[in-house]
């Protein structure tokens, strides 16, 4: 789960890193307000959406009279921010953070990974902040400096001293980068989280160490046991089929094709995904609805998959090892009889009890078409599709 900026910079300010003084605001009218509550001459008026690269996009703006922030934020208020991150279909400003400007005299990138190699946390810091850590990759990998943290010791002041010598950083500000690196550190740990990024992290013309911008992600996993941090999700910033599947406790990644799929077990959706693919046909989303594919799960699959308008063929595709083929037959016929499905349903059953499934389906009397492969079953869903039998089929109509 991603989090606004502001909710970044407020987790981060409670483990010792400093960040600029700032206040939020829901309209351009309390944004100028607060503003004159922060006090001070030159303001930044940012947007707060779950993607990067604002600045760019017209997302960041640098304000010094009420009028200019008021304005800012008529430009602002409503729009889809596009940004490299956000895909073309962008994402909605709803709220604007105002903060007190700061004078930068140099911006360093830091970061904060879970890195697969080494199963540890990693560094990744660089002299070059304000740029994406992509562009300094491609740009100026040499500046890049990597550090792994040995968890059964944590991250140690050596380390994060080392790091700041290497990216240049004068002796007397040392101490604040260690207590910045230290405090992203602890709280990356404490709160589970995958990714915290600060760029830029910069260095003010008087000497202090700010986290001008701020980036966490946490794992979904672990949020059951941080409340706090669950409450600051934003379904405002999230793809809407992938918040209905979140609610609904299913593994749904929402795709840009027409084939939706239901499957239990995440390799095997990968797999079905590639043989849609293979077949000439685009998936319209991952679906991994699980071992114990009960009719209400595989009701709820169906809703779900069907919630996106672009899906013109569904695709089951069940190995029954734990689960029983027949069980996974009777939810698929309860789920059509429940769901009003419009659109081809292809099912490709095999495993346990696949004979006592396949009946289930004959004697169903609904309009589903069976495959004995996966192959089949994908070429069969691309040609249902293709042939635009998409066009008028009512399972509901046949029963
Ligand atoms: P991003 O583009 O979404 O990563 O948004 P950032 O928060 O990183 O802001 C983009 C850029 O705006 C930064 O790299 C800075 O150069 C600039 N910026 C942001 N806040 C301030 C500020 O307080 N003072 C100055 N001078 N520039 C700022
Ligand atoms: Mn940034």
Known sequence: MDIHE???????????VTVPDGALAYSPEQAAYRASELGGERWVVKAQVHA???GKAGGVKVCKTDTEIYEACENMFGMKLVTHQTGPEGKGVY?????????IANEIYLGFVLDRTTQRVMIVASAEGGMEIEEISADKPDSIVRAVVEPAVGLREFQCRQIAFKLGVEAALVPQMVRTMKGCYRAFTELDATMVEINPLVITEDHRVIALDAKMTFDDNALFRHPQIAELRDKSQEDPRESRAADRGLNY?????NIGCIVNGAGLAMATMDTIKLAGGEPANFLDIGGGATPERVAKAFRLVLSDKKVQAILVNI?????RCDWVAEGVVQALKEVEVDVPVIVRLAGTNVEQGQKILARSGLPIIRAATLQEAAERAVGAWKNDLAQGVNMRAAL
């Open 6 to 16: 502001y909710q970044a910079k407020e987790v981060l300010s409670g483990f010792g």
């Open 52 to 54: 990067g690269g604002r």
């Open 95 to 103: 709220r604007v953070y105002v903060e007190t400007a700061v004078l």
């Open 253 to 257: 990644v929402g795709l840009d094709g």
């Open 319 to 323: 190995f029954a090892g734990i689960n």
